[in-house]
């Protein structure tokens, strides 16, 4: 691992897709959210630009998913994610404050269909400190679009989970470190003091 620093004032935690209808689906969650919560503290406390994404639908939404997105159009035959509904509601335990940037998505990626990197950059935000659920979702688009746009990506291993095991590992071991300072809470934590 490299020695990392981080510009506080440049810097934004994302907390992704922490749902009260995804986290439910995740084997170890409760592990997850609290050690997702001692993060969220931390960097509120070191004054860090925190970020919320969360996936929701309107019945307008879901007409405009097409057939061709295998996974999206399953989302829209369902309707598990319709906003205002329990599913889409972020967990209790970490519940945005004032201050805290809010972005609903209708896609994999954060970036993709909301204006977050707009909110980001005005703020001069150029590096990222990486949660969520699913690390072969949002996680993975995520990090690929944000290297894209040129941040400096920290994915914190044990504060993003997948329902595979397996696919998690590999992504945090083998696709992650290409892109992104791979570190686990304990390592985080520090540099957000």
């Known amino acids: ?27 170890g969650a409760n592990d997850l959210v609290p050690n997702v919560q001692k993060a969220l503290l931390a960097a509120r406390a070191a004054k860090i630009q925190v970020a919320h994404v969360r ?9 405009t998913i097409p057939s061709t997105n295998k996974a999206f159009a399953q989302v829209s035959k369902y309707k598990g994610a319709t906003d205002g509904t329990d599913a889409t ?8 404050i004032d201050g805290e940037i809010v972005v609903t998505k209708k896609r994999y990626g954060a970036l993709s269909t909301t204006d977050l990197h707009e909110q980001l950059q005005v703020k ?15 996680v993975l688009s995520t990090i690929r679009d944000a290297a894209d746009k040129d941040y400096a990506l920290i994915a914190v291993s044990d504060l993003i ?5 397996e696919v998690h590992k590999v992504l945090i071991e083998k696709v992650f470190p ?3 300072d791979v570190i686990d809470l304990a390592a985080l934590l520090p540099l957000f003091q």
């Open 161 to 165: 989970a997948d329902p595979e095991a």
């Open 89 to 96: 509601k972020l967990v209790d335990a970490l519940a945005p």
């Open 1 to 27: 691992m490299a020695n990392i620093t981080l510009d506080k004032s440049k810097t934004a935690f994302l907390l992704m897709d922490f749902q009260q209808g995804i986290v439910s689906r995740i084997p």
């Open 124 to 138: 001069g935000i150029n590096t990222l400190v990486i949660s969520g659920i699913s690390t072969s979702g949002v």
């Open 55 to 63: 996936v929701a639908f309107t019945e307008a939404d879901y007409a």
């Open 178 to 180: 290409k892109q992104a």
